[in-house]
């Protein structure tokens, strides 16, 4: 049997904290548990969590020793990790163990040097965060979880589910997994990163002189609109254009039509039961191809599977829903002006 020992740092994340007993604790191989997973801290008692909820953990850090992996959950502490904890993953890491962590427990293991020259992902929300404190992680925030070596970092929340899998995955298999996933009524293996969920703002408007002509591409996006007819709006050269645009909005004209058009045609999709051929007209991505491959680069999603994802339309009272199914993509970039 596999034994796992679960880190709750505190202020821990108490859903991060019930991940992997959910998951592994679910895992039967020939009719015999695959995992036994303990819970353990450097006090144990109880332990603060998020909403002011108190957890009770029975196990001190002693039990990492005899574990085979070690994971730590998601946790609002940053700077002030006991030095035991430390410590303790250290000597696993030493021990060539397996080391994992669920949404902010990556800033536990950077601080333990156990990310050092490494790819590691944590919850997209606190990245620039991470990057900051930790330049030598090679952060990867699109995706879900991360393997590098034995060491494994997961996005936040349910993305620990994914890592979990994973982990299911590799002992075990894609079968024993898969079984797992349904119990959990997970998928599997979810499509795409956490680039889906991840807005992707404009950087902000530092000037006005192209105000006017910005509102009027907005109102023709589905037109092949191309830096000419955008200077002649302007009465300038497409050169002053082109200047004035990146220096107002950080951007090249024709990266700001395409900002915009993807931006629709996720509005789209979210809301309407357009076509693709549909949704990729009214937003200027003109083709379905050119709709496909600009979305999966935004969202690591297919539109129909970005659409299953977010759709904001009223649901009936009783729906059946599968999960997306990937499609190839296209090669095509929308307008005229290349």
Not at 260 to 271: G, W
Request: glycine share 8%; aromatic share 4%; net charge neutral.
């Amino acid at each position: 049997m596999h034994r796992v020992a679960v880190i709750a740092v505190p202020p821990a994340t108490t859903f991060d904290l019930s991940i992997p007993e959910l998951v592994l604790g679910e895992t039967t191989v020939n009719g015999c548990p695959g995992y036994v997973v303990r819970f353990c801290t450097a006090e144990p008692g109880v332990v603060a969590g998020n909403g002011g909820l108190g957890i009770t953990v029975p196990n001190g850090l002693e039990i990492v020793e005899d574990s085979d992996t070690v994971i730590v959950t998601g946790t609002g502490a940053r700077d002030d990790i006991d030095p035991r904890v430390l410590q303790a993953l250290r000597r696993t890491a030493a021990a060539g163990r397996r080391i994992a962590s669920i949404c902010t427990g990556a800033f536990v293991l950077a601080q333990a040097d156990l990310l050092e020259g490494r790819s590691a992902t944590t919850y997209w929300a606190k990245s620039e965060e991470f990057r900051s404190r930790f330049p030598s992680v090679d952060l990867r925030p699109d995706a879900l979880y991360v393997e590098d070596g034995n060491v494994l970092t997961s996005a936040g929340l349910s993305a620990g589910i994914d890592l979990c899998l994973h982990l299911v995955r590799s002992d075990y298999g894609a079968a024993t997994a898969n079984a797992v996933a349904r119990l959990v009524v997970a998928a599997p293996v979810r499509p795409g990163g956490q680039a889906q969920f991840i807005a992707s703002p404009l950087p902000p408007e530092n000037g006005t002189s192209l105000a006017a002509t910005r509102a009027w591409a907005l109102e023709r996006l589905p037109e092949p609109l191309t830096r000419a007819e955008l200077a002649a709006h302007a009465r300038t050269s497409v050169r002053t254009l082109t200047r004035r645009f990146h220096a107002e909005t950080g951007l090249s004209p024709l990266q700001w039509l395409l900002h915009q058009r993807i931006e629709l045609a996720k509005e789209l999709l979210e809301s309407t039961d357009l076509p693709m051929e549909r949704v990729a007209q009214r937003s200027g991505l003109v083709t379905t191809d050119s709709l496909r491959q600009h979305m999966s680069r935004r969202t690591g999603l297919t539109p129909s599977a970005y659409r299953a994802a977010f759709t904001r339309r009223a649901a009936p009272r009783t729906r059946v829903s599968s999960p997306p199914q990937p499609q190839a993509g296209g090669d095509q970039l929308p307008g005229r002006d290349r």
